[in-house]
């Protein structure tokens, strides 16, 4: 996985690493410190992004939006996040949400057809996986 491949990266480099992934890390919030380094690193690269992409730059925007993935791995390493399970419990509950091409154009994202949550559908359930990996 992805994730994985950011553990070895975080493990060559003696980095902060997830314990579902082999390292120490437990599910937690941030220091306050590390909270700003990441956020900085995280701007860094969606400045990047933004800057390729408005210059028309195809490569340095999908180099940039790599990066920008990586980081935000890494950031859910720092967070002892079991980030593989994370997404797919969110993926399931992606994948239960239903197309709807009726909706209203003034909708908050300006698009006439929406995916919408149909009756039923039950949100990811994040806490529950955090439990599970000691939260």
Request: cysteine-free.
């Amino acid at each position: 996985s992805m994730h994985g491949d950011v553990a070895e990266f975080h493990g060559k480099f003696g980095l902060p690493m997830a314990a579902s992934s082999g390292g120490r890390r437990r599910p937690a919030l941030l220091s306050r410190a590390e909270f700003d380094y990441r956020l900085r690193f995280l701007h860094e690269e969606l400045l990047e992004f933004t800057t390729d992409h408005l210059r028309g730059d195809l490569a340095g925007a999908a180099d940039a939006l790599a990066d920008l993935a990586w980081v935000a791995l890494g950031t859910a390493h720092y967070m002892g996040l079991p980030f593989d399970a994370l997404w797919a419990e969110v993926r399931r509950a992606n994948m239960d949400k239903a197309l709807r091409t009726d909706a209203d154009p003034e909708h908050k994202r300006g698009a006439a057809e929406v995916i919408v949550k149909p009756e039923g559908w039950k949100p990811p359930a994040i806490d529950r996986v955090l439990e599970r990996y000691g939260a």
